[in-house]
């Protein structure tokens, strides 16, 4: 019960990700707030912590909606009485890929650029807005932004999202400055390829596709919401007290590692046709 009697908002948690944090969350003795823009999933979560003892209400919100937004917070000090956690996991998933709004620069819109921000940006200014306040009335709390490794490295082809989730890296270190000495602390979980949902499950179900996402990271696996929902679990608890201002990369070891076959793939026979072409003149048998 590493979170008991705490107030939690984990937004984006009716698929994914979220719904798995706010799940653990629940289990480990918090009142969850879940929230998203599809009542149907956020209900089926909702019923799913409470069928296993846990406290949960939905609150159907748009992170893009300030108006909105402020509505979820009074909703959460209504329902639960106060605020100790603030989970920003949301993202313009549907914006990005069902719409396909978010291109290389050169093609993306100036109103695409714009509404797509509002999400994946402006929508974690909105919550952290109104979420200090009430932390700083408690004299405590923790926030987690979740980011990406596109805000580490460029991202081809979306050219906004990537330069959403550095803003999120940026925003967090800059809270976790201006907050810590009020009690509260500010991380970001950098995550990897997690597959979260049903559309990215049906991708990686291609066989090939699977082989050579696994070659990217270090383990023998891809990514599960759970493992996102661990870390967050720890940023939130009192074992985490000394924490803030971090990212936590979640990504099975894919940013420390360089995208190069190993020397066991086929090296040589690239070299030495590299050679023939003048490209570069080494082999295999050269490296000590």
């Known amino acids: 019960?590493?979170?008991?009697?705490?107030?939690?908002?984990?937004?984006?948690?009716?698929?994914?990700?979220?719904?798995?944090?706010?799940?653990?969350?629940?289990?480990?003795?918090?009142?969850?707030?879940?929230?998203?823009?599809?009542?149907?999933?956020?209900?089926?979560?909702?019923?799913?912590?409470?069928?296993?003892?846990?406290?949960?209400?939905?609150?159907?919100?748009?992170?893009?909606?300030?108006?909105?937004?402020?509505?979820?917070?009074?909703?959460?000090?209504?329902?639960?009485?106060?605020?100790?956690?603030?989970?920003?996991?949301?993202?313009?998933?549907?914006?990005?890929?069902?719409?396909?709004?978010?291109?290389?620069?050169?093609?993306?819109?100036?109103?695409?650029?714009e509404s797509i921000l509002r999400v994946g940006l402006t929508g974690f200014f909105y919550t952290i807005k109104n979420a200090l306040p009430l932390m700083i009335t408690n004299g405590s709390g923790s926030i987690i932004n979740v980011s990406s490794l596109a805000s580490t490295r460029g991202t081809p082809g979306l050219s906004i999202y990537t330069a959403a989730k550095g803003g999120i890296n940026a925003m967090t270190r800059q809270i976790a400055a201006d907050y810590g000495k009020q009690g509260i602390r500010v991380n970001t979980i950098v995550v990897g390829t997690i597959i979260s949902n049903e559309r990215m499950a049906t991708a990686w179900s291609h066989p090939k596709l699977m082989e050579e996402t696994i070659k990217l990271v270090c383990v023998d696996r891809l990514g599960k919401p759970e493992d996102v929902a661990f870390a967050a679990l720890y940023l939130t608890s009192d074992r985490s007290a000394y924490v803030t201002g971090s990212e936590?990369?979640?990504?099975?070891?894919?940013?420390?590692?360089?995208?190069?076959?190993?020397?066991?793939?086929?090296?040589?026979?690239?070299?030495?046709?590299a050679t023939k072409n003048d490209l570069f003149c080494f082999t295999a048998k050269q490296f000590p």
């Open 1 to 113: 019960m590493e979170l008991l009697d705490k107030v939690a908002i984990v937004t984006g948690s009716t698929s994914g990700i979220g719904t798995a944090t706010a799940k653990i969350f629940a289990r480990e003795g918090a009142k969850v707030v879940v929230t998203g823009r599809s009542v149907e999933r956020g209900n089926a979560v909702v019923k799913d912590i409470q069928n296993a003892g846990g406290k949960a209400a939905f609150f159907a919100a748009d992170m893009s909606n300030e108006v909105e937004v402020e509505a979820l917070f009074r909703f959460t000090v209504q329902t639960f009485g106060k605020l100790d956690i603030l989970v920003n996991n949301h993202a313009p998933l549907v914006e990005m890929l069902d719409e396909r709004r978010d291109r290389s620069i050169a093609d993306t819109a100036s109103e695409d650029w």
């Open 248 to 273: 936590l990369t979640i990504d099975g070891g894919q940013s420390s590692k360089v995208a190069l076959p190993s020397l066991d793939e086929g090296w040589e026979t690239l070299a030495a046709a």
